[in-house]
């Protein structure tokens, strides 16, 4: 309002200034003398101002001409355009001038200065696909998006700029929330551009987040293809993407492809633990328990794991605790100093009443690391031993407050898991879960693998006497933590 006010004072102030001046100039009554050749001439004031702006235009228009001449010659000498940019340079500067205006105000954060600046330069220009890329993002920046979508459209008559165009229409759809649409162009964006890894990473989230395992896959190779995924981290994608492919065909009653998907995400990532107990559960489902117990050992010599020891009880559920042992004997031997195997062949002696056994395998796990499944270890051997009431009851309430041993972590979040999950329920992160110690894991842990699991068994339950209350504290913990395979069994 301010500057509007001064310019129209200002317009004011010029009007009358140019008036007093030209009213002095005829009161002045002075003359101007011209001689040409021969002749001369006397002029008033008022003559002299009209000849001389009479001399300026004939002096430019001169210019004109002798500019146009030029153009010409360079038409017939083979610049098809000299001509045109001769009638068109004063409209084509003043177009370039606002299309630099405009950049300058997109730079500086002015929406609103760019998409003026931005939309005179449209019409000034025969440039449609600069100044509406132009539009379309200063009005993305300003919020417009309305006016940011009719110019994205016009993109797409172009093919220099279709796909520029496609991807400020998948930006609109996700900020409409329309994520659906937003996948769709992302691909079609894919497909014009496969090497284009913003689009690709865009592309892959969508479909995860949609559940697109089959989709993601595709998009994971194409990833790998184009040079932009080592191949070692997409083999482990790409069994992460089968595995959740697994199971979105076993929830929807295809059980055989769902087995199928679970053994392929095996053979792409063999030390991919929920991949192992995945295909060794398909794997005894169609009867081959060896080749399940072949995909537990492989995992098992990378990593040690309770998911991986339940899979590999389950492969038979009805052996005594001696035949179970006996049959975990390769498996303990491939990595025998991990804390796991320790604690495994500890449990797994329990379950076999050999506790001087069970605290040999055990070690000093409870000194040098002391959690929960530990210390309920140790109150284990100590009653199956014959220890008193209080001394039992001493290692279960350092249970209580140890730590949890290792979880499922998010490397993203630290988000605890209590199962293995492709993406983080709390980040959306895409294939960051850890298996290791939790910041301030003090306490049972949600997945409760620190307890004595079922994959070795109980202890006899004694007659009821008062040694009942010891017993059911140890051994409670242990139904509650034992696979879902076991408690159906």
Known sequence: MFWTLTKILLFVATVIALAWGAGMVLDSGQTVGLRIFDMEFELGPMQAIIALVVVLLALWLVLKLFGLAVSVLRFMNGDETAIRRFLTRNREKRGLDALLYALIAQAEGDGKTAIAKAEKAHKLLNRPVMTSLLIAQSAEMKGNTDLAIEHYKALLSDNRSRFVGVQGLMRSKLEAGDKDKARALAAKALDMQPAHEPTQNMLLGLQTEAEDWDGARKTLLVKKSSGKLPRDIWRRRDAIL????????????????????AIEANRLSPDLVPA????????????????????????????????????????????????????????????????????????????????????RA??????????????????????????????????????????????????????????????????????????????????????????LPLIVGSLPKPAETHEDVVEGEVSEPEEESGPPSEKTA
Not at 242 to 261: F, S
Not at 404 to 430: D, L, S
């Open 276 to 359: 192992a107990v995945a295909a060794a559960q398909a794997l005894v489902a169609q009867g081959k328990g060896s080749y399940a117990a072949r995909a537990i050992k492989k995992a098992w010599k990378v990593q040690p794991h309770p998911e991986l020891a339940a899979a590999f009880a389950s492969i038979e559920k009805d052996e005594t605790p001696p035949q179970r042992l006996a049959r975990f004997s390769k498996l303990l031997r491939m990595r025998p100093d991990d804390a796991e195997t320790r604690l495994l062949k500890a449990e797994l002696l329990i379950a076999a009443e050999d506790f001087p056994a069970a605290r």
């Open 242 to 261: 089968a595995l959740q492919q697994a199971d979105a065909l076993a929830a929807a009653g295809d059980l055989a492809r769902g087995r199928e998907a």
């Open 362 to 451: 055990l070690g000093d796990l409870y000194e040098s690391a002391p959690t929960v499944r530990a210390l309920t270890i140790m109150a284990a051997i100590e009653r199956g031993e014959g220890a008193d009431d209080a001394v039992v009851r001493g290692w279960l309430a350092k249970a209580l407050t140890a730590r949890r041993g290792p979880q499922w972590v998010c490397e993203k979040c630290q988000h605890v898991h209590a199962t293995w999950q492709a993406i983080c329920e709390n980040c959306g992160a895409f294939d960051t879960l850890a298996w290791r110690d939790a910041p301030d894991s003090a306490g049972p842990s949600a997945t409760q693998t620190e307890l």
